[in-house]
């Protein structure tokens, strides 16, 4: 599967910011998908996670309450709703994908097996 991150840009804090992660390929509703980010010197932080029905999900303790995970198996594509946007948010977004993930790797980087190119969501204050 091959993943397109869209729709980072510029906001302002308290803003709002919406993502877009479209997968190619077969079996979109299979895969269980994530959303990590990087800020410039920072390691990769968790953002959040959805499996693959979209039961179930998952966040990183800094968004919880202010992001929201969806998807929509039908058009391939899952979504991050960013709210109450801090300038701490400000990092490269990018979506991953796993066809294998399990609840205990979730928050994990290296368990997903692909990888979008990531997209600049930049918060100024």
């Known amino acids: 599967v091959q993943l397109q991150a869209s729709g980072g840009g510029l906001a302002q804090a308290g803003g709002s910011l919406r993502l877009s992660c479209t997968a190619s390929?077969?079996?979109?509703?299979?895969?269980?998908m994530a959303w990590f980010r990087q800020a410039p010197g920072k390691e990769r932080e968790f953002v959040s996670a959805i499996r693959s029905s979209g039961g179930y999900t998952y966040y990183g303790d800094s968004v919880k309450g202010r992001f929201t995970i969806s998807r929509d198996n039908a058009k391939n594509t899952m979504f991050l709703q960013m709210n109450s946007l801090k300038p701490e948010d400000t990092a490269v977004y990018f979506c991953?994908?796993?066809?294998?993930?399990?609840?205990?790797?979730?928050?994990?980087?290296?368990?997903?097996?692909?990888w979008g190119q990531g997209t600049q969501v930049t918060v100024s204050s």
């Open positions: 991953a994908a796993s066809r294998t993930l399990i609840l205990s790797q979730v928050r994990n980087g290296d368990s997903y097996n692909y």
């Open positions: 390929g077969r079996d979109f509703s299979r895969y269980s």
